[in-house]
């Protein structure tokens, strides 16, 4: 398998596509105006204490206050809050817990009044981004995710990930991590560490104990609802997470961002640092690599498979539902159980990437075509467990019920991806009533001289629809509407086709690519 990271870096948002096998299974958007991801650490204010629901309002500095569950509290709530007490008080002389004494833990069954009351400074970490009409869900169990391990203060306990299989390499990080890390703090073992020597998870430790100390230095001089330490950005947190073997390129369209993935990875795999490559081409990122067809052809309601048959995708309040359909798909020679599983298997591999791409979550409805078989409905449950292990969202699959339907719980900690795959109708824009299409070339006659002469602009690009590139550049070169307009106005003149556009959408850009606006 053949892993491609492909990033678009643009002044408002990164969007990160995750290829496998040259096929889109992840699609990640971070707006670079974003203020609350997944793991950043606040000083929070308890603004309301909820004994019905066992719960608390937390103030963060969103518009809907955070929610925090008794269960999020973690067992060394007591700790942590002592903890925000001292360093707020100054008493607390420095991040190290070495002689820090901890609290006994919150029993599991107990009441949220308990712990933590109105008005109280309490640190917290975001566990779930606002959705909808829903602040950020947050924890106070705080944890400081690695390349190798999880760091989590207060927990002084040692857990590997059960995904290593072998006694002895359990043992053997144990004792590892026993030997070299900081009293009073806890630790987890991640999958990725199998191997890995004592130089390489103490890196790590120490790279995750310096994150610490920011956060202690900021919490410090905190005024509540306040950011102490902010998460690493979705890109490292993608190659922290998922960078291995089978990782064979990453491009970046941006310098700057080259430059902070290279010195990140250069950090946690400095062995991989040559597969990371400057996009300069002068078609967009996304097109060059066959990204913006497959978010075409993906994110709509009806989604095709090769054989034939497709997918109904829609979404209520409280779930999604995924219709499985054969279409034309028939084979003269198989009766219409085998076709139904064929359908069926190959359904089961593209609801478990529909899932990861669109980051479905919550409760998911399956209803595949009905089996006959209980061998057959076992190797459909089968193959969508063996697919969905590779998401590394949480999640539980029930087996299909008697109805055929397949019912699947997924985390959900950020809004689900929704992207339009319609296009407004190039000629009306929607209204029903269109210009004459005969004034569109002087119409984008006219802005270039306004551009060009006016504004005396050195040279532009013209960015239009393919079919209106081929338009403009058709014929032998001198005699292309593209140069005729470069000769009248004495300016280089760029044609770029994009296939995002619709029709008769066009833009202007400067020699920096910025937009001029007409």
């Known amino acids: 398998m053949n892993n491609e990271l492909i990033i678009d870096s643009t002044p408002s948002e990164v969007v990160i596509a995750l290829l496998s096998d040259k096929r889109l299974v992840e699609l990640n958007r971070e707006k670079r105006n974003n203020n609350f991801s997944v793991g950043d650490i606040y000083l929070g204010r308890v603004k309301k204490v909820m004994p019905g629901l066992n719960a608390a309002f937390v103030d963060v500095g969103y518009e809907k206050d955070a929610f925090l ?252 539902v995924i219709d499985v359909n054969s279409g034309n798909r028939a084979k003269s020679d198989n009766n219409q159980e085998t076709n139904a599983l064929e359908v069926n298997l190959e359904a089961a591999v593209e609801v478990a990437r529909q899932l990861r791409l669109r980051d479905m979550g919550g409760i998911i409805v399956v209803d595949f075509i009905d089996l006959h078989s209980a061998e057959n409905r076992k190797l459909l449950y089968d193959k969508i467990r063996d697919e969905m292990a590779k998401d590394r969202a949480k999640h539980n699959i029930l087996p299909p019920s008697k109805f055929g339907l397949v019912q699947i719980t997924r985390q959900r900690v950020r809004p689900e991806m929704n992207i339009v795959t319609v296009e407004k109708c190039p000629t009306c824009g929607g209204t029903g009533e269109i210009q004459a299409s005969i004034v569109l070339m002087d119409q984008i006659e006219n802005n270039l001289r306004y551009i060009l002469k006016e504004q005396n602009e050195t040279g532009v690009t013209l960015c239009v629809h393919p079919y209106l590139e081929a338009y403009i550049t058709k014929g032998f070169f001198w005699s292309s509407l593209r140069h005729k307009w470069g000769r009248k106005y004495g300016k280089k003149i760029k044609v770029k086709a994009m296939t995002s556009y619709h029709f008769l959408e066009y833009h202007f850009l400067n020699k920096n690519e910025d937009e001029i606006k007409v």
């Not at 291995?244 to 902070?260: G, P, R, T």
């Not at 991989?272 to 709509?300: C, H, M, T, W």
Request: with cysteine; aromatic share 6%.
């Open 69 to 320: 569950h008794y269960l999020d509290l973690g067992p060394q709530a007591a700790s942590l809050n002592r903890y925000t007490q001292l360093t707020q008080s100054g008493k607390q002389s420095s991040a190290d817990l070495t002689g820090f004494k901890l609290e006994k833990e919150i029993p599991k069954d107990g009441k949220i009044g308990n712990v933590i009351s109105a008005n109280q400074q309490i640190l917290i970490q975001i566990a779930k981004e606002p959705i909808s009409t829903k602040g950020p869900r947050i924890t106070s169990e705080i944890s400081l995710a690695g390349r190798y391990i999880v760091l989590i203060p207060f927990a002084d306990k040692i857990s590997v990930s059960q995904k290593i299989k072998t006694s002895e390499e359990k043992s053997r990080l144990k004792q590892l991590m026993a030997s070299i890390k900081p009293k009073n703090f806890g630790v987890i073992v991640r999958t990725v560490a199998e191997g890995k020597s004592v130089a390489e998870l103490d890196a790590d430790l120490n790279d995750l104990m310096s994150k610490w100390n920011k956060c202690y230095e900021a919490l410090k001089t905190a005024v509540p609802p306040q950011k102490v330490l902010g998460e690493i950005d979705r890109t490292a947190a993608i190659l922290r997470d998922l960078l291995n073997a089978s990782f064979n390129s990453i491009h970046v369209n941006e310098e700057k961002l080259f430059d902070e993935t290279k010195n990140y990875l250069s950090a946690i795999a400095p062995e991989r640092e040559k597969i990371l490559k400057l996009y300069k081409g002068s078609v967009p990122i996304f097109d060059n690599f066959g990204v913006d067809r497959q978010i075409k052809a993906l994110f709509g309601k009806t989604v095709t498979m090769k054989s034939g048959g497709y997918l109904i995708i829609e979404h209520t309040e409280a779930l999604h």
